[in-house]
């Protein structure tokens, strides 16, 4: 035990050297922190864009592609503060270490859940068009949200509810923030893998029976074939998206394989690992989906760039048309 404490110290005593005289690590800090901060900005612009139209406020695709942006905003946010707990080797009490962790691992189990709501909707709207108005409706929608909340918090919460009852004071001691150390036993790990493996199972499953269906239904020639092809390549997305999900998962095995190598090879590697595997995927949300969008990317562009108010009455014309 003493040789692991060690070890650490000597790690974190190196780190602590780059950080004051290493420049070029200071920088890539700044790069990783600002990134994270500038796609949360685009996003909230996003949802400034969706929050202008009553369409968009009143169709459940939009508001299934706010929530996804909402999620991955809160996601970006936690990521950036833990990994700014990381380069600093800040500790701080486990109560409040609690709270992020579990804001951080909600919203990782809400992104595929979320993605297998927008599937859904895009087969319903495809599949069964006479219906999809009463079937999907905005407050089910929001219902359907509600739910995947619930299921996204599960584990965490149980972890949390289970040590609140067995060792309250558990909460009241500091520690290096980290999900890991928010864990006490063999059966939370084993539980966490379980419910990550049973949930990205089944989006799986949903997306490749959804893209399946709406991959018939194109071949149909009583269907439109452009609106169903469109959903098509949407779900496909939405299967590259659940992929990238997946690489986040990695992200603990990695830094425990890279912990293996020397103290300045693995400083390195392991900013490659938070940006390649956490950050990145969370990025991409927005571009994948928001600027392919032809009724929402003039509008967004719109407020990104802050054109005049003639300009805005001319693109909320041409959306309505």
């Not at 005593?13 to 070029?24: C, G, L, S, Y």
């Not at 918090?153 to 609140?164: F, H, M, R, Y």
């Not at 893209?211 to 949407?234: C, P, Q």
Request: hydrophobic share 50%.
């Amino acid at each position: 035990m003493s040789n692991i404490s060690l070890a650490e110290n000597n790690i974190v005593h190196q780190q602590e050297i780059r950080i004051e005289v290493d420049w070029v690590f200071g920088l890539k800090v700044a790069l990783a922190v600002s990134a994270c901060f500038f796609f949360i900005y685009v996003n909230g612009v996003m949802l400034f864009t969706l929050r202008s139209k009553s369409t968009f406020r009143e169709s459940s695709r939009y508001i299934l592609f706010a929530h996804m942006l909402f999620n991955d905003s809160v996601q970006l946010l936690t990521s950036v503060l833990l990994y700014i707990f990381a380069v600093a080797y800040l500790h701080i009490v486990r109560a409040v270490c609690a709270v992020i962790v579990i804001m951080s691992s909600t919203t990782f189990y809400s992104s595929p859940l979320n993605l297998a709501l927008m599937s859904l909707e895009r087969y319903i709207a495809i599949c069964f068009p006479l219906r999809h108005s009463e079937i999907v409706t905005p407050k089910r929608t929001i219902l359907a949200i509600c739910v995947v909340w619930f299921f996204g918090s599960i584990n965490q919460a149980t972890d949390v509810i289970g040590i609140l009852i067995t060792d309250p004071s558990f909460f009241l001691t500091s520690v290096f923030c980290t999900q890991e150390n928010m864990l006490k036993t063999k059966w939370q790990v084993d539980m966490k893998i379980a419910i990550t493996s049973i949930y990205f199972a089944t989006v799986g499953v949903i997306l490749l029976y959804t893209y399946a269906a709406i991959m018939l239904e194109a071949r149909s020639v009583s269907s439109d074939r452009a609106s169903a092809t469109k959903a098509r390549n949407t779900v496909l997305l939405h299967a590259v998206q659940l992929s990238l999900c997946l690489t986040s998962f990695l992200y603990g095995v990695i830094e425990a394989l890279l912990a293996r190598m020397t103290v300045s090879v693995f400083i390195h590697l392991r900013y490659l690992n938070f940006v390649v595997l956490l950050i990145l995927p969370r990025c991409l949300s927005p571009l994948i989906y928001g600027l392919r969008d032809e009724s929402f990317r003039p509008l967004f562009k719109y407020y990104f760039t802050c054109s005049s108010k003639k300009t805005i009455y001319l693109l909320i014309n041409i959306t309505h048309l």
